[in-house]
């Protein structure tokens, strides 16, 4: 088993129920501890709910969550050292380098994307029960806009999406 596999792996008690990892790249976390800037190594992980970073250390490990709707913009570069993912969640600066491995990049930026500035989607079970009071036309176009944002993506093919789709219109 690879380091990015066995950090995905350890990560998953600390995701919440149903959670998927979407897209995972591994690289190193620039940050703070106790005031003075530091750097771990990593695994940044783009879930079906937002963008997680864990680190395994001596004795424990370091998490690190933003939600999606938080996240206000972000930044891809490549240098000598490698790729490098930068974004800004509530204010803070969020940094991942030494990032060797292109197509995980390019996957992790495709969700991360198609998600920027988004609330997470909620659970299959509450998506089938609209809330009493709820207008059922503004539910069903806001499940619409939700996969075609999972199509754009590529996490949904343009197939499924018009059966879907076909399933939404028919409950208006």
């Known amino acids: 088993m690879g380091k990015i596999e066995k950090l995905i ?9 149903g959670e ?9 976390y620039e940050t703070k501890i106790l005031g003075s800037d530091s750097v771990r190594s990593g695994v940044m992980l783009a879930t079906d709910q937002r963008i997680v970073f864990y680190a395994k250390k001596l004795g424990g490990y370091d998490l690190e969550s933003f939600a999606y709707g938080n996240i206000s913009s972000f930044e891809q570069s490549k240098s000598l050292m490698g790729h490098q993912i930068s ?10 380098k030494w990032i060797s491995d292109l197509p995980a990049v390019e996957k992790f930026t495709q969700i991360y994307r198609s998600r920027i500035g988004s609330k997470a989607p909620q659970p299959a079970a509450q998506q089938a029960a609209a809330p009493a009071g709820a207008n059922p036309s503004g539910v069903v ?14 996490i949904v093919t343009p197939e499924e999406f018009e059966a879907k789709k076909t399933e939404l219109l028919a409950r208006l």
């Open 9 to 17: 792996e350890q990560a998953q008690p600390h995701l919440q129920e």
């Open 20 to 28: 998927l990892v979407q897209a995972a790249v591994l690289g190193s």
């Open 87 to 96: 974004f800004f969640a509530s204010g803070n600066r969020v940094n991942l």
């Open 141 to 154: 176009f806001d499940q619409l806009r939700q996969l075609g944002q999972l199509r754009d993506a590529g």
